[in-house]
């Protein structure tokens, strides 16, 4: 009966499983007694080979580098003979022996057309080159994310990331030298952390100056989830090299004996993949350039599915004929490297978001207008997104923030490394405009709340704050010469020139800054581009009698975003304001903050209305240099 044969099927996978889970146990407890011989390459689990077909037995499969016929051999080889059987918790487990070695498979690359996998990208996507500077070129596996701190990184291996030339704080490149030797211009993140042993080969470096994409090039998936990779599992990868393969996993819990350049042998462990029952003859699963390549479940048909099982690394050695590749076992990886799949949930919960009682007076955020209220993205019943130190107030309508809040302690500042903005999974995509705004224009990703002033308190908070600080809620589209000015970096600098510039209680600023938005905003990509932005800094004076004082200031690229196609390399202009002219300039409330106002009337140039494109005369005076921004 039908149900007799189902239930004796799922008896005979049970006796499996549990064979199986027997083996691992030994392969791991004797599997380095096997491999100090130099002649057998790996162990691991497979199924029977006679007569040079598969059969359904369950084995111990030996590979080894020659397969003597002799026992002469054996011994001139110094090497012994592998028996037939191998006792296991009391059963005659069967032996097979293969002859099958083992490299890395980034070593032997040789010069081939030029394809997009070889090209720089941004944003990063997996499938495509990477490298130490120091090495040759390799593949972008995944991006995965750090546990500690939920950063974005680079899964490759330790031999692509890495090797024996490196040391943890390399910077890695994309593309690989092989492929672009211009590695000055080409830096994608910082290697981070890396292992080469029993959990595998693998390495991650945090992506610093690029955007990314999760997707696997020609795979069009990013994996979700983790698995064990079983016997007969049909598994895919997309590689710098072979591009897009596909085979059947034919050994499990393998632990390999692989000589690495610098390093010598080490015993990496994972399994093994052979081609397809029905492949060509020459059918490639791998070649060199392909290390790092990430490998997931296939459906029937060959379609990547969405599960991750392993880390290919190494492929068959030169005096090879059979076709076969090695990877790392997926959860062993993330384990040793401590990695997620997936981002942590973003803004981090309970983040301490902007304090308006840092100070010794409360500076509240802008009361918003209904018309604002309504159009502010609200996220935990607030119409502030808390990240570490700084709130964002984020125009649905713009996809950009209205403002941005943040708490300055300039006592306790980090000088900790840049890296690369990312999309907040908290809010909707389409309030967020990400890296497609920016490319092949002169538009720059500029911070709102300003990163080097975030990074302050314990490491581990200033490193979540500087990460924090990377989420498109806090970037405005701004011309390059404005945000890179040469010229004093006269915005981006202003909290510097107050530190210099006056004796600031405790080194303890509060900040409140964002766009204009201004129905006449330059249109770019169907995205109105602000022309001008403002800031107001809260703090006590130590010097002054009045102690507590409140500035307000506006600075414009309008020269600038005419035409943003056109490098325009007008002047910059910055005035300070009254807190009166900001509300009307931005419709924004400051009513709580005017009493501590610092302004004075001495205004310099009331043509300023036109510049502004406003129907006052509005309250300025021009700031020329960083002497007057703070002197009264």
């Known amino acids: 009966m039908p149900g007799n044969r189902g239930s004796e099927g799922s008896n005979r996978d049970r006796q ?84 099958r070695s083992f490299k890395p498979s980034f070593l032997t690359i040789t010069a081939e057309e030029t394809n997009s996998r070889t090209d720089r990208h941004d944003p990063l996507i997996p499938g495509i080159s990477i490298s130490h500077p120091s090495g040759s070129a390799g593949t972008l596996g995944l991006i995965v994310f750090d546990r500690k701190t939920g950063d974005p990184c680079i899964l490759s291996n330790w031999h692509v990331l890495h090797l024996s030339e490196g040391k943890i704080g390399d910077r890695v490149v994309q593309p690989g030298p092989h492929d672009d030797n211009d590695v000055q211009d080409n830096e994608a993140g910082t290697l981070l952390r890396s292992h080469l042993g029993a959990a595998g080969d693998c390495a991650i470096a945090r992506i610093e100056s690029r955007d990314f994409d999760r997707e696997i090039l020609d795979l069009n998936v990013h994996p979700t989830q983790l698995a064990r990779a079983d016997l007969g599992d049909r598994v895919v990868k997309s590689g710098r090299t072979t591009g897009v393969t596909q085979g059947l996993v034919r050994r499990i819990d393998v632990m390999a004996f692989v000589e690495y350049p610098g390093v010598g042998a080490k015993e990496i462990g994972g399994f093994e993949i052979g081609p397809l029952d029905d492949a060509a003859p020459d059918h490639e699963i791998s070649t060199g350039g392909d290390s790092g390549a990430a490998w997931l479940i296939a459906d029937d048909d060959g379609s990547a599915t969405d599960v991750l099982v392993g880390l290919h690394f190494a492929g068959e050695g030169s005096t090879n004929p059979d076709e076969h590749a090695l990877a790392c076992n997926a959860h062993s990886v993330f384990k040793k490297l401590n990695i997620a799949i997936s981002a942590p949930a973003t803004p981090e919960e309970g983040a301490p978001g902007y304090n308006p009682r840092f100070l010794s007076e409360e500076v509240r955020t802008p009361e918003l207008t209904q018309t604002q209220r309504d159009d502010s993205f609200s996220h935990n019943d607030s119409h502030l997104i808390d990240y570490t130190h700084y709130s964002v107030n984020l125009s649905k309508a713009r996809g950009l923030a209205r403002f941005a809040a943040w708490n300055i302690d300039g006592s306790r500042i980090r000088r900790l490394k840049t890296r690369g903005f990312r999309l907040d999974r908290s809010v909707p995509r389409e309030m967020q405009h990400g890296n497609e705004l920016y490319e092949n224009n002169p538009l720059d990703k500029g911070h709102i709340a300003r990163r080097a002033d975030l990074c302050w308190g314990p490491r581990s908070e200033a490193e979540r704050a500087n990460s924090d600080s990377y989420f498109y809620t806090n970037c405005a589209p701004q011309h390059r010469n404005f945000n890179q000015s040469g010229i004093g970096g006269i915005w981006g600098e202003v909290e510097d020139a107050l530190f210099e510039d006056t004796e600031i209680e405790n080194l303890r600023v509060s900040v409140i800054a964002g766009p204009v938005f201004d129905d006449n905003d330059p ?110």
């Open 16 to 99: 499996r499983d549990a064979l199986i889970v027997k083996l691992r146990r030994y392969i791991r407890s004797h599997g380095r007694h096997f491999l100090a011989d130099k002649n057998i390459t790996s162990i691991g689990i497979g199924y029977k080979i006679r007569g040079g077909n598969k059969t359904n037995d369950v084995c111990l499969q030996f590979t080894v580098a020659s397969k003597p016929d002799s026992v002469s051999t054996l011994e001139s080889l110094d090497t012994v003979e592998i028996p037939k059987t191998i006792t296991v918790d009391g059963e005659e487990i069967p032996t097979d022996v293969i002859q």
């Open 523 to 632: 249109v770019h990509r169907g995205v109105p581009i602000p022309s001008d932005f403002w800031k107001v800094l809260a703090y006590a004076d130590s010097d002054d009698h009045a102690r507590f004082k409140v500035r307000a200031f506006v600075l414009t690229q309008t020269e600038l975003l005419t035409n943003i196609e056109v490098l325009e390399l007008e002047p910059f202009r910055m005035f300070q304001v009254s807190l009166a002219e900001l509300e009307r300039i931005t419709d924004l409330g400051f009513e709580s903050l005017k009493e501590f106002d610092t302004f004075q009337s001495d205004i310099e140039s009331v043509a300023r209305v036109e510049e502004l494109g406003r129907s006052q005369a509005p309250q300025v005076r021009r700031v020329t240099s960083r002497n007057n921004l703070f002197g009264g």
